[in-house]
C-alpha cells in the first residue's frame, strides 16, 4: 500500500473518532473504565498471553495508549506509528517473495506473524468501518457505537498488536544466522521497525 494512501487513511480515521467523540461528555470518560476491564484481555487477546508480565515494554504501552487515547492528537499519534509498523511489514512480506527462492520454515512463521500485524492494523487505521463500526442486534436494528466502546476496542486492539510485535521479535531472534542473506537483511528491516514502536509511542506522549 503506497503511503500517500496510508496517510489519509490515518487523517480519516482520527476524523471520524473526533466525530464518535463529539458527544462524550470529557475525555476522561472513554476510558473510565479501562483498568476496571483490564482482566477482559486475559480471553481477549490471543496467542499465549500467561507470560504476559514478564513484557515490560507491554505494560509500558498499557500506560502510554492510557493517555494517548484521551485526546484526538493522540489517537492521530498512535494511528501513524501504526501505519509505519503496516508499511514495514507489507515491505517485507514483499521483499522476501522478491527473494525468488524457497522459503525456509523460520522466515515463513515470520511472514505469518507478519501478515497477522498487518491484518490487526488495518483494523486499527480503518477503526470507523471496523472497531467502531455500527453493530446489529439480534432483531436487525442497528446501534451506534458509543465514544467509550470505540476507544475500549481501539485499546484492545493496539494492546493485542503490541503483543504481536513481541512475539514476532521472540521469532526473529532464533533465526539461524546462515539464513539467507536476501532473508535476512529483509528481517533486519522489519525488526528495527518493529524495535521503533516503544519509543516511538513515547514520544507522543512526551509531545502531549
Known amino acids: 500500500m503506497k503511503a500517500i494512501t496510508l496517510c489519509l487513511l490515518v ?7 473526533l466525530s464518535v ?25 490471543d496467542d499465549d498471553y500467561m507470560d504476559f508480565e514478564s513484557f515490560g ?15 484526538v492528537r493522540g489517537v492521530n499519534c498512535v494511528l501513524k506509528e501504526v501505519t ?40 486499527i487505521i480503518n477503526l470507523n468501518s471496523k472497531l467502531c463500526a455500527p453493530t446489529t442486534d ?3 436494528n442497528t446501534k451506534e457505537t458509543t465514544s467509550k466502546k470505540c476507544c475500549w476496542n481501539l485499546f484492545k486492539a493496539t494492546m493485542k498488536l503490541t503483543r504481536k510485535i513481541n512475539t514476532t521479535l521472540k521469532q526473529i531472534a532464533k ?3 546462515d539464513t539467507s542473506s536476501c532473508f535476512l537483511d529483509s528481517t533486519n ?20
Open 84 to 123: 509505519a509498523i503496516m508499511k514495514a511489514c507489507t515491505d517485507y512480506v514483499d521483499a522476501i517473495d522478491a527473494c525468488g527462492t524457497a522459503v525456509p520454515k523460520d522466515v515463513a512463521a515470520i511472514v505469518s506473524s507478519c501478515k497477522t500485524i498487518i491484518s490487526i492494523c488495518d483494523s
Open 57 to 71: 515494554f507491554i505494560r509500558t504501552i498499557r500506560g502510554c495508549l492510557k493517555k494517548l487515547l484521551k485526546t
Open 189 to 208: 528491516d522489519v525488526k528495527q521497525s518493529f524495535n521503533d514502536f516503544l519509543p516511538n509511542i513515547n514520544t507522543c506522549v512526551d509531545q502531549m
Open 175 to 177: 533465526l539461524p544466522s
Open 11 to 17: 487523517a480519516v480515521s482520527a476524523s471520524c473518532l
Open 21 to 45: 467523540n463529539a458527544n462524550a461528555e470529557g475525555p476522561n470518560e472513554l476510558i473510565e473504565n479501562l483498568d476496571f476491564e483490564w482482566d477482559l484481555l486475559d480471553s481477549q487477546l
Open 138 to 140: 439480534a432483531d436487525n
